[in-house]
T-cell receptor, first 115, second 115 residues
Framework: AQKITQTQPGMFVQEKEAVTLDCTYDTSDPSYGLFWYKQPSSGEMIFLIYQGSYDQQNATEGRYSLNFQKARKSANLVISASQLGDSAMYFCAMREVNTGNQFYFGTGTSLTVIP | GAGVSQSPSNKVTEKGKDVELRCDPISGHTALYWYRQSLGQGLEFLIYFQGNSAPDKSGLPSDRFSAERTGGSVSTLTIQRTQQEDSAVYLC?????????????FGSGTRLTVV
């Protein structure tokens, strides 16, 4: 079974609008971390936001917030007030504390911001 | 340096040749990871180094792949007798520890093309 599932291969959003990128995960480990990364055309992976499985509140970092629904095993990324520079690939990832050695990545969502 | 440095940034090689990819992690980061990203795919875990511990090689796809990390710093990923299916972007990442909640810092990758 896929550890991380991103069902939106491509998304479009109007500049200044908000957009939600979907991510669901699968784990039996009660302790885990969820991450979002941005990969622009330059290829570098840029860390955006982190959510721990025991965190009570949704994580926020500037215009990024993570909509964490533990019972549904979803960790959607919300980008508010989209900017042209937000156009990139976005990857959801998970690390299980009891394995600890690797991140599991989804296949990514390509976001295009339209002026 | 300030970030994770990978070299070369691009490598074109003939099928059957050996290649070496280099990763220079952030100074002081004890954990180092190699991932492979094929076109349109997510990231595939290859190998993980943590300090002086034996590396986790569970993601290496075949015995043509090997990696070493000298002095707990620079790492080299070697692919012997390259095949066309080895064509991908090879990403290196480092973190302070494997449990660093801020995730990994990635390099810009090496784009390997086997012709």
């Amino acid at each position: 079974a896929q550890k991380i599932t991103q069902t939106q291969p491509g998304m479009f959003v109007q500049e200044k609008e908000a957009v939600t990128l979907d991510c669901t995960y699968d784990t039996s480990d009660p302790s885990y971390g969820l991450f979002w990364y941005k990969q622009p055309s330059s290829g570098e992976m840029i860390f955006l936001i982190y959510q721990g499985s025991y965190d009570q509140q949704n994580a926020t970092e500037g215009r990024y917030s993570l909509n964490f629904q533990k019972a549904r095993k979803s960790a959607n990324l919300v980008i508010s007030a989209s900017q042209l520079g937000d156009s990139a690939m976005y990857f959801c990832a998970m690390r299980e504390v009891n394995t600890g050695n690797q991140f599991y990545f989804g296949t990514g969502t390509s976001l295009t911001v339209i002026p | 340096g300030a970030g994770v440095s990978q070299s070369p940034s691009n490598k074109v090689t003939e099928k059957g040749k050996d290649v070496e990819l280099r990763c220079d992690p952030i100074s002081g980061h004890t954990a180092l990871y190699w991932y492979r990203q094929s076109l349109g795919q997510g990231l595939e875990f290859l190998i993980y180094f943590q300090g002086n511990s034996a590396p986790d090689k569970s993601g290496l796809p075949s015995d043509r792949f090997s990696a070493e990390r000298t002095g707990g710093s620079v790492s080299t990923l070697t692919i012997q007798r390259t095949q066309q299916e080895d064509s991908a972007v090879y990403l290196c990442a480092s973190s302070l520890t494997s449990g660093d909640p801020n995730g990994y810092t990635f390099g810009s990758g090496t784009r390997l093309t086997v012709v």
